[in-house]
Each structure stands twice: as structure tokens, then as C-alpha cells.
């Protein structure tokens, strides 16, 4: 899932990628509204917000959709980062890097929210922040991977993309090349799997509250495990039957 890049990745490859970090990025955005009536997996909201306190003058709240903005803005900058600093040792390391560091963000997010969140504004406006830097660390990770096939934090764009693959596969005019059908297979796996994962969150944040973001940090390392799971298979035969 994380070894191949643009051309060479499978459909397969693809649809696993998108349906889990997708996935994902529904949950936290949910978890993020019910917990802080805030957008947790994209910035479009707070560009929105940003806007408005600029015209209001109101400095205290400029200060932090700016930094939410900055915030966002870095994890995708550190993935990008990491993935052109390792990708000639190894594909596998550059891009299982990012998700480490995102997997480590959701999992002080878990505890901190489970142990220590006293509700203060402070702590409200940390929390929102790391999870922020997480998804930009994983929305860069995976565009980068897919050669922009994939983006699972948000879905304006995945949206429009969809309608214009969608009229240019109907279309009678179009060669109807099977490169369409794939991309609208992961589009719409995207759209679901982040449907999937807001209700998920919904549903399981009124029950067990902050413990659902321990589940997330569990999702990451399956992908991780992905890769890594033919090696280990073939360590262990090998440690067994020679």
C-alpha cells in the first residue's frame, strides 16, 4: 500500500489507501465537531473564519485560524519534507514516516482528552491544532503517493472531480478508458469510507467519548502492517521450517 507511487500502483493499491485514510479523516472530522464544534480534517472552514474576524477585528480569533492555518499548512509541508528526503532509500520508510508521526499526534490527542482535558478554551484550541498537523501530514502523504489521485481530508474538490470524470464517462464522445472508471472507483470509495467514518465517530463518541481516537492510531498501523506483513510471513516460515 505504501512501497508504489503514481504509475505504479494497482487499483487495488489504491481503493485500500483511500478507504482507510478516508475513513479516518471522517471520524476525526466528526470527533472534532462533537467534541469542539470544529472542523478537525480540512481548513476551509477556517479560512472562512479567518476572513470574517479579519473584517470584525477581532485579533484574538485572527490569531488562531491563523495558526490552525499554519498548523495544517506544516504537517503537509513536514510529509512533503520527509517523503524528498527518504524516497531514494526506500518508498516504504518515506511514506510510513508521516504516518508514524500522525499516528503518534492522534494517539497524545487520545490521552491527553481521556486523562487530562479540563475543557479550557487553551485546550480546546491545542487539541484542534494537533489534529489539524495531523491531517496535513496524511492528506500530503497520500496525494503525494497517489500522484494526486487521493485526497482524504476533504471533499469540495473530490466532488467536482467526480462530475467532470462522471459527464466525461457518459459522454458520448469519450473513449470511456478504463483510467476514468478507476479514478471515479476511488473518488467514490473516498466519499464513502469518509461518510462511513463520521458516522462511525458520531454514533461511538457519545458512548466511549475521547477513547474512539485510540481506535484511530489502531487503523494507521494496519496500513503500515500492510506492507510489512509478506516480510514478516516469510521471516517467520523461514525461522520455522528451515
Not at 472534532?32 to 485579533?59: P, Q, R
Not at 486523562?115 to 496535513?136: A, D, H, N, P, V
Not at 464522445?173 to 458516522?199: E, H
Request: charged share 15%.
Amino acid at each position: 500500500m505504501l512501497r508504489n507511487t503514481k504509475g505504479d500502483r494497482s487499483l487495488k493499491e489504491n481503493l485500500m489507501l483511500a478507504s482507510s485514510t478516508a475513513f479516518v479523516a471522517g471520524g476525526v472530522n466528526v470527533a472534532g465537531v462533537i467534541a469542539f464544534l470544529a472542523f478537525t480534517s480540512n481548513v476551509t472552514g477556517h479560512v472562512a473564519n479567518l476572513a470574517k474576524n479579519i473584517i470584525d477585528k477581532d485579533f484574538k480569533d485572527i490569531r488562531i485560524f491563523f495558526i490552525w492555518l499554519m498548523l495544517f499548512f506544516g504537517g503537509a509541508f513536514l510529509s512533503g519534507f520527509i517523503i524528498n528526503s527518504l524516497k531514494h532509500k526506500s518508498n516504504y520508510k518515506a511514506h510510513a514516516i508521516p504516518i508514524l508521526v500522525e499516528i503518534c499526534i492522534l494517539a497524545f490527542v487520545a490521552f491527553y482528552g481521556n486523562i487530562l482535558y479540563q475543557k479550557s478554551t487553551l485546550e480546546r484550541e491545542i487539541i484542534i491544532g494537533c489534529i489539524l498537523f495531523s491531517m496535513g501530514l496524511q492528506n500530503a502523504m497520500v496525494s503525494v503517493i497517489s500522484g494526486s489521485l487521493i485526497k482524504s481530508t476533504h471533499l469540495t474538490g473530490l466532488i467536482t472531480d467526480m462530475g467532470a470524470e462522471l459527464a466525461e464517462w457518459i459522454h458520448p464522445n469519450s473513449d470511456k478508458t478504463v483510467a476514468i472508471k478507476n479514478k471515479l472507483y476511488v473518488r467514490t470509495t473516498i466519499l464513502g469510507f469518509y461518510l462511513l467514518g463520521g458516522l462511525a465517530a458520531g454514533y461511538f463518541f457519545n458512548i466511549y467519548k475521547f477513547k474512539i481516537f485510540y481506535f484511530v492510531p489502531v487503523i494507521l498501523l494496519t496500513i503500515l502492517y500492510y506492507d510489512l506483513s509478506p516480510i514478516i510471513k516469510h521471516k517467520i516460515s523461514k525461522a520455522f521450517f528451515i
